[in-house]
């Protein structure tokens, strides 16, 4: 059997008992962080080193078994969920932060590198990467660098994406190629680094990354800003950004998110407020006092209804953590939870508030929204107790899809497509486009056994039918 013989190459390749065919072990790679159907792979490959994961999937490529690579598992559309008669290719030992280089502003790490342990590593050397999923602590980069992982810092500093400068990576027939460069500038050739990031995992196996830091600010300042209505929040990011004020987070809860988060704020909402932006300031130190109170006064004057600074970094803290955790508090007010990572236009931001108003009425879904909303994006979430219920969910899920589209948005701003929204992203892309993208991973993956099943609508239909 070609499975049976691939896995006995693997295990040859690696140290004894990398290759793990215990069911209790397969059930906990099983699923991710998302709603996906759970698939039970038929090994799990716990692999240590590049020229392991070359063995792998040397092996995987010659009798065709199809190969999931997984890092922390924190994904939110199924993307490290396995196919049928799969392996999944688990990453989570090489965790290693390799090495920080001051002098070059930068960082090389193995893909099992938890985030926050990268954060923790730079800042107490006075440096900086700015990309922060609310995961942080939980969640490894080689999944940030699959998803492009964006988070609240990304209105001021971007995605991660805008802090690789390149790679080692394992194609699927076990070639191992080193992508981009370590220097800030570089235009050799394709920037297939850029590709990489974002792949999903359908290309290849990121085995290391160098990423670019910058300084760490000086200062950090925390403002609670509640506002009246959902046009007040669109004007008040537009104001700060007409007075020269780019926060390096602006975070917003509308009025559903604000009501369960209130109690873990610790603080009194000011009576008609109908949401909340948490606003985060940065620089030097001399400098912020000045433009916390010129940002106040903004929020003021665009509407706001009070706005209270944080007094303490343990304040700080306590409103960040209840932000962090706003995901896993929503998953307790209800049996059944999904949240729809979306993008519009600054500008539309209050039409799409409004529609998301419109579509809970509708279908008679309670729908808290949260999210970045200096940049747009938004997620959109859908809690419901019945399974009777779960058609109506489904409608509303492809009628929030539909009007984000009609608003010029986009499906994903940093959770990626995956299983889940895979049977949508013709809503957003030409058959023409989706077809180019899949030529391109028949030139990386030729056979088609690199995370098959996620992103391109035909081929999740194949493996994972109707999401």
Known sequence: MALDQALIAMARACPSGAVVRDTDILESFSRDESDATPQLPAAVVRVSSTQEVSAVLRAAHEHRVPVTPRAGGTGRVGGA???PGGIVLATGGMNRLKGIEESDLLAVVEPGCITGHLHESVEARGLFYPP??????ACALGGNLAANAGGPRAFKYGVTREYVLGMEVVLADGTILQLGRRTVKGVTGYDLTSLMVGSEGTLGVITEATLRLIAKPEAVATLLVFLPDHDTVARAIQQSITKRIVPRCMELLDSVALSIVKPQVGLDVPEGSRAMLLV??????EQLDQIVATCGNTMIDAGALEVLVATSPSE??????ARRELSYTLRQQANHKLSEDVVVPRSQMAALLSRCRGLAERHEIVMPTYGHAGDGNLHVNFLWNHEDERPGVDQAIRSLFEEVVTLRGTLSGEHGIGIMKAPYLPLEQSPALIGLQERIKDVFDPRGILNPGKIFPASAKRFHGAC
């Open 81 to 83: 969920v396995p196919v």
């Open 280 to 285: 985060e300031l940065d620089g030097e130190a």
């Open 316 to 321: 700080r803290a306590q409103l960040w953590r």
């Open 132 to 137: 922060d999923p609310n995961s942080l602590d």
